[in-house]
């Protein structure tokens, strides 16, 4: 009997130790499927997700009710993301919250706007457009956001010379081919009528005038109420229509009427709406980048356009520098044909190569994984020029890459429209990056100063790229050094409120109004107030 308990003793004991060792390997193999969220209040989660961005936490004002309406009739939720992105390429990276819930502030969080709203409307002695004296048509000149700009201002000299302004005509022949019409592009029923109590405007010319002379006139560039009220009002006891050949800078930034200023931004904020496609496709893309959660727009200006206006050809090879000097010399009505490269960009005023963003992203503190919606058309040299870029920052998003080839064919081949998308995801984006202090950048830095001077990082190229070339020559390296100097110098070029800058001091003529900073850049104090009963803003547009 005593043997039998000694030979089953062993026997129960391997059973014991088999059993543990099941037990740990069960628990192993459910520690690597199970994972352990932590409870409401803990502060490990990544920040992004638990604080939206505060643009998602906008007013009515910023949510157009143009996007609902077209939800109405088509649900973008329910659109199938393209098969390339069916999987969010961030949810296999292990990211590290707390980096994230440290520098969110840092990297994310708006400047104040001190207590600044937007204040357009008409003051109570503001009067409906008495009897026009004539027609004027508008033959606008340049890429989107410079038409934009002079539509603007065409409507406020309408008001100026109390003429019916027929719909512009959008320009066909630039460096782009965009067979676009306006109502191509804009929303042509919501910009008759919301002018209707500033300017009549009209789709075209009555037939009783269509075939009369009509003066033909590229009016002067930055002119004031004299000009317009002696040069160009006074032709109406000559004419019935009136032609200006160009749109562009026509209007003073400054010194105007405090009612024709506030005309400018109510056209160009509330008149001047884009297309209901373009304004649904445009919310998709906001959406889908939102889905990465909070993102930079970075407006790469390094187009082959850009480079070959400016002569930039910095880190190119010879003979994509001789290419872009070719297509300078035949471009008739750009003036400067012989540039130096290096000088231009020691002053400043060439845009950032990729490789160049790329560094000033790390600088800023960007992490790698900061999803980067890339507003621009096609980068000249294509992925050649991009490989920095991307090594650094793999979420590199366009509208290519968001949106199925379907989704986006109606757009192709119309570069207005293009741009036009582009503008709405960078309006709307957290962080706006511009390359360059090209019209893109004026315009959308603008308007986001409008909406609640949204975060607008400006980049100081001037300084910047001495400090890309000490780089270059190993006199300084990448880390904690060269992010303390990129800080200093962006700590001022944030987009916080301030008034809009005149011209430089010593400046005489058109290089004076040419120094000024432009109206739309900044409307800042014409059209933005600090008031303890903030005007309602309701009918603002988002973009």
């Known amino acids: 009997?005593?043997?039998?308990?000694?030979?089953?003793?062993?026997?129960?004991?391997?059973?014991?130790?088999?059993?543990?060792?099941?037990?740990?390997?069960?628990?192993?193999?459910?520690?690597?499927?199970?994972?352990?969220?932590?409870?409401?209040?803990?502060?490990?989660?990544?920040?992004?997700?638990?604080?939206?961005?505060?643009?998602?936490?906008?007013?009515?004002?910023?949510?157009?009710?143009?996007?609902?309406?077209?939800?109405?009739?088509?649900?973008?939720?329910?659109?199938?993301?393209?098969?390339?992105?069916?999987?969010?390429?961030?949810?296999?990276?292990?990211?590290?919250?707390?980096?994230?819930?440290?520098?969110?502030?840092?990297?994310?969080?708006?400047?104040?706007?001190?207590?600044?709203?937007?204040?357009?409307?008409?003051?109570?002695?503001?009067?409906?457009?008495?009897?026009?004296?004539?027609?004027?048509?508008?033959?606008?000149?340049?890429?989107?956001?410079?038409?934009?700009?002079?539509?603007?201002?065409?409507?406020?000299?309408?008001?100026?010379?109390?003429?019916?302004?027929?719909?512009?005509?959008?320009?066909?022949?630039?460096?782009?081919?965009?067979?676009?019409?306006?109502?191509?592009?804009?929303?042509?029923?919501?910009?008759?009528?919301?002018?209707?109590?500033?300017?009549?405007?009209?789709?075209?010319?009555?037939?009783?005038?269509?075939?009369?002379?009509?003066?033909?006139?590229?009016?002067?560039?930055?002119?004031?109420?004299?000009?317009?009220?002696?040069?160009?009002?006074?032709?109406?006891?000559?004419?019935?229509?009136?032609?200006?050949?160009?749109?562009?800078?026509?209007?003073?930034?400054?010194?105007?009427?405090?009612?024709?200023?506030?005309?400018?931004?109510?056209?160009?904020?509330?008149?001047?709406?884009?297309?209901?496609?373009?304004e649904a496709m445009g919310k998709l893309l906001v959406e889908r980048m939102r889905s990465y959660g909070p993102y930079i727009a970075l407006h790469l200006r390094y187009e082959k356009d850009m480079l070959a206006f400016s002569g930039c050809t910095h880190g190119l090879s010879a003979a994509e520098a001789k290419e872009l000097r070719i297509i300078r010399e035949n471009t008739l009505h750009w003036k400067i044909k012989n540039i130096n490269s290096t000088e231009q960009r020691s002053k400043g005023y060439c845009p950032l190569t990729p490789k160049e963003v790329a560094i000033f992203l790390t600088a800023l503190g960007y992490p790698p994984h900061t999803p980067i919606y890339v507003a621009a058309g096609e980068i000249y040299g294509g992925d050649s020029h991009m490989t920095e870029l991307r090594s650094r920052y793999p979420m590199l998003m366009s509208k290519e890459k968001l949106t199925s080839v379907e989704e986006l064919k109606p757009f192709m081949n119309h570069a207005s429209q293009m741009a036009a998308l582009d503008y709405i995801v960078s309006v709307e984006s957290d962080v706006f990056i511009p390359s360059y202090s090209g019209n893109m950048a004026r315009a959308v830095g603008g308007h986001r100063r409008f909406l609640g001077h949204r975060k607008t990082i400006s980049p100081d190229r001037k300084a910047l790229v001495r400090l890309f070339d000490k780089i270059e020559q190993g006199t300084l390296k990448e880390g904690s050094r060269l992010s303390d100097r990129v800080a200093e110098l962006q700590k001022r070029r944030q987009g916080s409120p301030r008034k809009r800058k005149g011209p430089i001091s010593g400046t005489k003529g058109m290089d004076r109004f040419r120094s000024e900073e432009v109206f739309y850049e900044n409307p800042l104090p014409d059209c933005l107030c600090r008031s303890e009963l903030p005007e309602v803003i309701a009918s603002v547009d988002i973009r």
Request: net charge positive; hydrophobic share 35%; proline share 6%.
């Open 1 to 278: 009997m005593t043997k039998r308990r000694r030979r089953a003793l062993p026997l129960l004991l391997r059973k014991l130790l088999t059993c543990a060792i099941c037990a740990v390997a069960m628990v192993a193999l459910l520690s690597g499927h199970v994972r352990v969220l932590p409870p409401a209040g803990v502060s490990g989660a990544p920040q992004f997700l638990k604080v939206a961005p505060r643009s998602l936490q906008r007013s009515s004002h910023c949510s157009r009710p143009q996007y609902q309406r077209q939800g109405s009739e088509q649900s973008w939720t329910k659109e199938l993301v393209p098969p390339q992105f069916s999987k969010n390429p961030g949810s296999s990276r292990k990211m590290n919250s707390a980096d994230w819930s440290l520098d969110f502030d840092k990297l994310w969080k708006h400047p104040s706007n001190r207590d600044f709203m937007p204040c357009i409307s008409p003051s109570t002695n503001y009067t409906v457009p008495s009897a026009s004296q004539g027609y004027l048509l508008v033959h606008t000149n340049g890429g989107l956001n410079q038409m934009r700009a002079g539509i603007c201002d065409m409507v406020a000299v309408a008001r100026i010379i109390n003429a019916t302004l027929v719909i512009p005509e959008l320009d066909k022949g630039s460096f782009w081919r965009d067979s676009s019409n306006f109502s191509d592009i804009f929303d042509e029923e919501h910009f008759i009528s919301t002018l209707s109590n500033d300017v009549k405007v009209v789709k075209k010319l009555p037939k009783e005038v269509a075939k009369t002379t009509k003066l033909v006139k590229e009016f002067k560039s930055w002119s004031g109420m004299d000009y317009y009220h002696k040069e160009i009002a006074g032709k109406w006891e000559y004419y019935e229509v009136i032609r200006a050949s160009k749109s562009d800078s026509r209007l003073a930034n400054n010194n105007l009427p405090s009612a024709i200023q506030k005309l400018r931004c109510r056209a160009c904020y509330e008149a001047l709406r884009f297309a209901p496609h373009i």
